[in-house]
């Protein structure tokens, strides 16, 4: 669905550092960037080592390429340095924590400043009005309070712009349907796979979405989602979605966000140095070469980060928004380097076969990857009611058609079965879209 309201295209919220000059840009990087490793260098023993390794220090920092210099760092990294290695300033003056977790051992843990988390609530804020929302909207925040941090920070940032905010949290689906009549919420924060799943109850419950509610436009993220799966919640709720790239290690939502021209997330260059590389080699790559993000923190007081490896797979896309802001773009996440799987040889993302299922008729909202050996993968589907209830004749011509279609975007022939809406395991939080039952 393409936003048609041009009011709001030119809406800035920090107009000077949203259409920010090139060489201007530049020159901020580079102050923050030796200000960041000054930071580094002098509190953190960790990157210290790092830097004198290197040759690189404050002094020595003459251009953004000397950044290349220094080795990233990694998830393992703020690991081995849980929970206070890389705090950059004493313990009394950070006064918040958020928590990333892994699939095992210790959580990466952020510390937050004052400053840092005005900051970031500061980017929500310049989203949020890029994208059209102000202070006669009611914002309804589906995500979890607590050490995740998208929604808190979506929180503090609508709150920052006058939005009167609604913060129900996940699930509770009756809730949050009251909740959107009684007070007439106009804009959700919600991750793609609860959305479908709220659109499916709505539908279920016979009420008309865009004559009953008064919802105008979603933020969604948390996990990976195609565009298809965009597409599919922009028709079902018949509003504009706004795809929102975040991770708690770079403050949480808001590092990169779609404006109303939706060609790509505007990433925030006066507060992030992102650099493109190979996932394998690690070699920096050229503007519009697909690999994967990694991100510098430019402004961050409590624990600044330097050439972290998102493990997001993405690339720049060249030249100017028409929207007028000047911060380079990146396309949507086009999947993670550490969530691929293997199967009979061939590299494959989860996103490959949601891009397809999401776009075939018939198909509901739910669906499991299994991967129960390393020569053969089990693709769950949950599909329309009046199929499911419909001929053998019908079942099993979708049935192969999915296998086809999945097969020529992965390679790799799947078994698919077919499931009656509502019967596979609904996630209120981030979807588990992949159960890997292989054993090495």
Not at 109 to 120: E, K
Not at 178 to 206: C, K, N, W
Not at 380 to 404: M, P, R
Request: overall charge neutral; hydrophobic content about 35%; glycine content about 8%.
């Amino acid at each position: 669905m393409k936003s048609s309201d041009s009011s709001s295209k030119h809406v800035f919220w920090q107009h000077a550092e949203e259409t920010i000059e090139q060489n201007a840009l530049n020159s901020l990087q580079l102050s923050c960037l030796r200000e960041t490793i000054q930071r580094a260098y002098q509190h953190v023993p960790f990157y210290r080592t790092r830097c004198d390794e290197a040759g690189i220090s404050p002094e020595k920092t003459n251009s953004l390429d000397d950044l290349k210099k220094l080795p990233f760092t990694t998830n393992d990294d703020l690991r081995a340095q849980y929970p206070y290695g890389l705090l950059a300033m004493p313990k009394d003056g950070a006064i918040r924590v958020h928590t990333s977790s892994g699939t095992t051992g210790k959580p990466k843990a952020i510390l937050f400043s004052r400053n840092d988390i005005d900051n970031a609530a500061n980017l929500i804020a310049r989203c949020l009005v890029m994208t059209g929302t102000g202070k006669h909207d009611i914002l309804q925040n589906m995500m979890t309070y607590g050490l995740f941090t998208g929604a808190l920070v979506m929180h503090y940032g609508a709150e920052k712009l006058g939005v009167l905010v609604l913060p129900v949290g996940p699930g509770n689906t009756d809730r949050q349907i009251s909740f959107m009549r009684d007070f007439g919420t106009t804009v959700f924060h919600i991750t793609p796979s609860y959305a479908l799943y709220l659109a499916s109850v709505l539908q279920e419950r016979g009420i008309d979405i865009k004559k009953e509610l008064h919802l105008k436009r979603a933020y969604m993220g948390a996990e990976p989602y195609t565009e298809e799966t965009k597409d599919k919640i922009e028709r079902l709720f018949g509003i504009d979605v706004y795809n929102s790239y975040g991770l708690t290690e770079m403050n949480g939502p808001g590092v990169a966000f779609e404006c109303q021209q939706k060609n790509g997330m505007h990433l925030w260059e006066d507060y992030f140095l992102m650099e493109i590389i190979d996932p394998a080699t690690g070699e920096v790559l050229e503007e519009g070469m697909k690999g994967e993000l990694v991100l510098t923190t430019l402004r961050r007081e409590a624990m600044p980060l330097i050439r972290y490896r998102t493990r997001d797979i993405t690339k720049i896309i060249p030249g100017p928004c028409s929207c007028g802001r000047t911060h380079r773009r990146i396309t949507r996440i086009l999947g993670r380097s550490d969530d691929m799987f293997v199967v009979r040889g061939v590299n494959i993302f989860p996103q490959q076969i949601e891009r397809v299922l999401m776009s075939i008729p018939g198909v509901a909202e739910n669906y499991q990857i299994v991967l129960d050996s390393y020569d053969h993968l089990t693709i769950n589907v949950e599909i329309s009611k009046n199929i499911f209830d419909g001929t053998i004749e019908h079942l099993l011509d979708l049935q192969a058609h999915i296998i086809d279609k999945v097969r020529a975007e992965i390679l790799v022939k799947p078994k698919v079965a077919l499931h009656e809406p509502g019967t596979l395991p609904i996630s209120e939080g981030k979807a588990k879209r992949v159960i890997d039952n292989r054993t090495i």
